[in-house]
């Protein structure tokens, strides 16, 4: 099971996410998306999309309280450096909270089962400059695939070929005052870093980070 680490941790967490990203398009701006010729998509090592693995994680979350609702896709390596486990398979880290409540409760899964679940409490002084809206998975055009497809043949590819120890990773959220939950792209081996692509998960418009001012 994952193991919960001192609630100050997670302050890492939402400060590194809110890390403003550079050269994206403005506030309420999406650019389309340039049609590439990429044929096959890289290994993310994960066996399975976010949303094909969800129902695992679905399932877990209800248990926890029939309530709960989905309101973020998380960085895999970041969560796992904030609860201080071990880099094994990717997986998928998806968060989940009841509304009205701050708690958090993150749920791993790895290779068709839930190899984890833990509650948190973000601890941050005065209001949150952001706020998470549910995800209406049923509104979703893009999956964590698309996402990937999307970034290669917009970048990607000479991205990748630049930096082949890259370890692909993701984040979906909807922010409040965004029109729709966004799918970013990371390259985890520096978890500082602003995402390196952003892409609208119902119109496919190439966007700016979600977190940025």
Excluded at 15 to 20: G, I, K, N, R, Y
Excluded at 110 to 133: L, R, W
Excluded at 156 to 178: F, K, S, V
Aim: charged share 15%; net charge negative.
């Amino acid at each position: 099971m994952i193991r919960t680490r001192p609630l100050g941790l997670i302050l890492v967490l939402v400060f590194t996410l809110a890390a403003a990203g550079c050269g994206q398009p403005g506030p309420g701006t999406a650019t389309p998306v340039v049609a590439g010729t990429l044929t096959a998509l890289p290994d993310d090592g994960r066996g399975a999309t976010a949303l094909d693995a969800y129902p695992l994680a679905l399932v877990k979350a209800l248990e926890w309280d029939p309530a709960a609702q989905l309101t973020q896709i998380t960085i895999t390596r970041l969560m796992e450096k904030n609860l201080g486990l071990p880099n094994d398979l990717p997986g998928w880290f998806y968060m989940f909270q009841v509304p009205g409540s701050p708690v958090e409760f993150y749920i791993k899964t790895v290779n068709g089962a839930v190899s984890g679940s833990t509650e948190a409490q973000p601890i941050i002084v005065g209001e949150a400059p952001y706020k998470y809206v549910p995800i209406d998975l049923g509104a979703l055009k893009l999956d964590s695939d698309d996402a990937l497809r999307l970034f290669m043949d917009n970048g990607g590819q000479a991205y990748l070929a630049a930096n082949p120890a890259m370890l692909i990773d993701y984040r979906l959220i909807h922010l409040e005052g965004t029109p729709n939950p966004v799918w970013s792209i990371f390259d985890a081996t520096d978890l500082s870093a602003a995402p390196l692509f952003n892409v609208d998960a119902v119109t496919s418009g190439i966007v700016k980070d979600p977190y940025a001012p």
